[in-house]
């Protein structure tokens, strides 16, 4: 039994980016990278309907030259060289290997995790998980390109999770993380300690793991504090401001303040299509590209920022449901490891550009201006009709 | 085929999560487009945000008693708001007759800050008050014109310890590119040279910053709702080894050398207590606009005073590298003070020619100690026939020559010790002798080393072999938190026995006060002074003056080194390290307790 094409993602894909490119447009309507973005949508359509047509039973035999061919071409602009890290340049274009990389991942995890189904729990195959999703992580931290880092993360949580470790085990692994977060002071973090400790307890965790996740996050509770006395004040300063890049206005964090005021001037009905005072001047620096959010926000309002949320929303509905119909183990993880790349990138560009998250650099899915994303994305979809039609005879 | 085999759990935890997620979303988009939307139109249709840097006081640099070596004074800063600033001929031309200056320079300006164009451009900077007061008066007149107070470097002891204290100065584009990642901006200033330099991080501190809601018109209408001000961060106050008592002696000893070195160190850790390199410099020079023609004289070819000699200028030890020789001879079983061999009639005849001594008259018979009080060229010749190339350049580079002293302000010159390798390279294998390895051992030939490793030799000499990283800073005191002691640091142990030390000490001594003693010049009353001289060759023109000298003999304190450029003969120049030693002694010890 196989079913049809997915028409509803589809559609949504490419409402998302019509209304992309109707952006870049009023951005800036003299240069010619709408003309692009369209061409680009045009080959993300078609590579889509491609990739529909392969079964899924290839790309989980491809699982791990993905991985290599993705190691390969992240390491290639930093043999390169150069300031920016984050291209390589080929003799007729440019692409960003982060980009492809991200669905790279999601389908060695996948693969990984099938393979090892039965013992998902053991140290063994999750230190390997860790290790896969690692060496890429530390591949775009050098360029240092921390917001794709945080798309590996998601990628990995959403496909170990989806492939059956339960949720405390996710929690003991990022316990020592909460640690580093709540001990800026030591009662929030003691309370944390006590409450981490007693779930630990009536778990009846196994010795080994009790004492390791125990003595970690109390050494990590106790050292974060002690290091973050030591370092001197400019030091602090400098991680501070990478946190949160209000703290240094005349660098990203002009960027977040117009942002605000771009999408906040909107108001409801919005400014009206190349009516953006904000965006058409150049207060806000990569305005088609990371910030398009913040174009849509002025010129079509609270109504028109509510829709492409809605169009979003719809979208991950239906990837989860494809996700939740898929009859075969890889398929349910391959689908939400892909779809975490989509969602993710998603949350936080928008959290970005409205102020709720740090600068990272994400673009937005279908909406931002660029081949690399808009391809990726389109591919991710492909993966993701092939499992909605092939989902059930699996690998 | 309904039935599943997996949980359905995981798929619909995400589902939730993500529509939690979402709701966030949508609730901080109707927060920022309804609830706020009017106070964000009205910002972005009229009204401007508009930033102005506070500017962070530069830390100062004080000297190791806490007497102020660089302070600030406030300046006033005439800046332009590129986002306000509208080009209008009226306003130019008002601000032409403001400030004295040409539009052409206005547009210069303009475009050189174009890298960040939010924040304000300076002008013009060390504008007076009564400029200030006219533009406040009239400040709608000047739309996007605002002023800054900017600290600014105030050297109240202008040319002392320029070299090691430094200048600043705008930051260039090949600066900007190494430091970016450290949030340097176009337009900061950077230190240039000395601790200025090598201490930028610690003494720059971090601007702060103050936001406005602006009306087109230029009126402030007041602060911006959710945007605190940023405070500025002070940098770090920066307390140098340097005594500034002290250093105004030895400016005044080396006042009529026209170009030397004169260190102070003391030798129980390293501290360099004075630092002079000459021709110096006025600093103020630096906190004015540079005309071509002081920076023509500045960048001088010959005298080049920007030059700090003491870490970057390389010249061959002399005869001061006899006591490298005589450590290895001793330690090597080839000489001690009872050794007399060859004795000296003025020269010596070795392979197919002869090598002369420094005096012609010739020493006679002596041992290891008059050698050194006399330092007598023939003794050491046959020295280091026995010693050899191999030994002798090992013992030379673990003696600290030929590699960096790491002191903490740069850059500094390395210097040279030749070794067999590169005597095969440069004239072929078989294509050089013995001669080499004799002249190496006083100290002449290829050999090249900086004032800054001779006085950390003659410190390791002087306390009893332990070498110490020379250093400029003691302390660094940020505004906030615990001060920072700079620990002393070792670049290891001389490679001497307690035997050879103690030969080498005593010849020290006699050639301050032994009869035939090079370094009489230096004898104290009361002190018991050990030194040495050394007259480098220099095919240039006359030959360059080394002295050395450290007191008192038995438990030093101080280490004092002079070299003389073209100062024909180091003996000469003993009286000044007797001066310093003397004033060390006798006036400013005791007023220490």
């Not at chain 1, 890889?330 to 689908?335: E, G, H, K, S, W």
């Amino acid at each position: 039994m196989t079913r049809s094409f997915d028409w509803t993602i589809a559609i949504c894909a490419v409402l998302l980016s019509a209304i992309g490119i109707l952006l870049i447009y009023s951005a800036s309507p003299t240069s010619v990278l709408w003309i692009k973005q369209a061409i680009y949508l045009v080959v993300g359509v078609l590579l889509m309907v491609g990739l529909w047509k392969i079964p899924i039973r290839l790309h989980y035999s491809f699982g791990w030259i993905y991985f290599v061919i993705s190691l390969v071409i992240l390491l290639a602009p930093i043999l390169q060289g150069g300031d920016v890290k984050r291209w390589v340049h080929f003799g007729f274009a440019t692409f960003q290997p982060s980009e492809l990389a991200k669905p790279a991942i999601a389908l060695v995890l996948a693969r990984f995790f099938y393979d090892h189904k039965k013992d998902i729990k053991s140290i063994k195959v999750f230190s390997g998980a860790i290790l896969i999703t690692a060496i890429p992580f530390g591949l775009v931290m050098i360029q240092p390109d921390l917001g794709t880092a945080m798309v590996f993360i998601a990628i990995f949580v959403c496909s170990i999770y989806t492939a059956g470790v339960d949720e405390l085990t996710l929690f003991f692994v990022a316990s020592p993380l909460l640690s580093i977060v709540l001990s800026f002071h030591w009662i929030p973090w003691a309370v944390f300690y006590v409450a981490l400790l007693l779930i630990l307890w009536f778990s009846r965790t196994r010795l080994a793991a009790f004492l390791t996740i125990s003595i970690g996050n109390f050494v990590v509770g106790v050292l974060t504090p002690a290091i973050w006395r030591s370092i001197h004040i400019y030091q602090k300063e400098r991680i501070l401001v990478f946190l949160d890049p209000g703290r240094d206005p005349f660098g990203t964090g002009y960027q977040i303040i117009q942002s605000k005021i771009a999408v906040g001037s909107g108001q409801f009905w919005g400014k009206g299509f190349l009516q953006g005072t904000q965006t058409k001047l150049a207060f806000l620096p990569a305005k088609q590209t990371d910030f398009i959010f913040a174009v849509l926000g002025e010129q079509f309002g609270f109504i028109g920022s509510f829709i492409t949320l809605l169009i979003f929303f719809i979208l991950f509905f239906r990837i989860l449901k494809i996700a939740d119909e898929a009859r075969n183990e890889y398929a349910r993880i391959l689908a939400t490891g892909l779809g975490s790349i989509i969602f993710f990138g998603t949350l936080v560009n928008i959290g970005m550009v409205i102020g709720l998250m740090p600068v990272t650099g994400l673009p937005l899915p279908f909406l931002s201006s660029g081949g690399s994303s808009l391809i990726t994305s389109f591919c991710i979809l492909g993966i993701l009709q092939s499992i909605h039609s092939h989902g059930i005879e699996g690998p | 085929m309904k039935s599943r085999q997996f949980s359905i759990r995981p798929i619909r935890v995400l589902s939730v999560a993500l529509s939690v997620a979402f709701l966030i979303l949508i609730s901080a988009v109707f927060n920022l487009q309804i609830i706020s939307g009017e106070y964000y139109y009205r910002l972005s249709e009229n009204n401007r945000i508009r930033i102005v840097p506070k500017r962070a006081p530069r830390g100062r640099i004080l000297d190791r008693k806490g007497k102020v070596l660089v302070d600030n004074r406030p300046t006033y800063t005439i800046s332009i708001l590129p986002f306000e600033f509208t080009k209008k001929p009226e306003v130019i031309s008002r601000l032409v007759d403001l400030l004295s200056i040409t539009p052409e320079e206005i547009d210069k300006q303009l475009q050189r800050g174009g890298i960040t164009p939010y924040a304000p451009v300076p002008i013009k900077r060390k504008v007076d008050f009564t400029t200030v007061s006219e533009l406040q008066e009239h400040l709608l007149d000047y739309p996007g014109v605002i002023y800054e107070v900017e600290p600014q470097r105030v050297y109240p002891w202008r040319s002392h310890a320029a070299h090691a204290i430094g200048y600043i100065g705008e930051i260039s584009a090949p600066e900007l590119r190494d430091l970016y990642r450290l949030n340097y901006k176009a337009g900061d200033f950077i230190g240039k040279l000395g601790i200025e330099k090598s201490y930028d991080t610690w003494l720059r501190g971090k601007d702060g910053a103050e936001f406005f809601e602006v009306r087109v018109t230029g009126e402030v209408v007041g602060p911006v709702q959710g945007r605190p001000n940023i405070q500025a961060i002070s940098g770090a106050d920066i307390i140098s080894t340097i005594d500034l008592e002290l250093q105004a002696l030895a400016e005044t000893l080396m006042a009529n050398v026209e170009s030397g070195v004169f260190i102070a160190m003391d030798p129980r850790n390293g501290e360099v207590l004075s630092m002079v390199s000459r021709p110096s410099f006025d600093l103020e020079l630096f906190t004015k606009t540079i005309t071509d023609s002081i920076w023509d004289l500045l960048n001088c070819r010959e005298t080049h005073p920007l030059l700090n000699r003491a870490i970057q200028g390389t010249y061959p030890p002399a005869s001061i590298f006899k006591l490298v020789t005589a450590m290895g001879a001793v330690d090597e079983g080839i000489a001690n003070e009872k050794t007399h061999l060859q004795a000296c009639h003025g020269s010596i005849w070795y392979g197919d020619r002869w090598f002369n001594c420094w005096n012609r008259q010739g020493h006679g018979d002596i041992n290891l100690i008059q050698a050194i009080e006399q330092s007598c060229d023939v003794y050491f010749y046959q020295l280091s026939l026995h010693l050899g190339l191999d030994k002798w350049s090992e013992l030379a580079s673990a003696s600290g020559f030929g590699k960096p002293t790491g002191i903490d302000i740069s850059p500094e010159a390395v210097g040279f010790v030749p070794s067999r390798q590169y005597f095969a390279n440069r004239y072929g294998r078989g294509g050089w002798g013995h001669g080499v390895v004799m002249n190496l051992c006083i100290g002449q030939g290829e050999i090249l080393v900086t004032p800054i490793q001779m006085a950390q030799y003659i410190c390791s000499i002087a306390n009893g072999g332990t070498i110490y990283k020379p250093k400029l800073v003691k302390e660094i005191r940020p505004p906030m938190g615990r001060p920072l002691i700079v620990e002393n640091e070792k670049n290891g142990q001389l490679p001497a026995s307690a035997v050879a030390m103690r030969i080498v000490r005593d010849g020290m001594v006699q050639v301050v006060n032994g009869p035939k003693g090079t370094g009489v010049w230096a004898q104290l009353p009361d002190v018991k002074v050990a030194g040495k001289t050394g007259t480098a060759q220099n095919p240039h023109g006359l030959d360059h003056a080394w002295f050395v000298a450290y007191a008192p003999a038995e438990s030093p304190r101080i280490v004092v080194l002079t070299l003389i450029e073209h100062g024909i003969s180091g003996g000469a120049w003993a009286p000044l390290a007797r001066d310093y030693i003397w004033y060390f002694m006798n006036i400013y010890e005791p007023r220490l307790n």
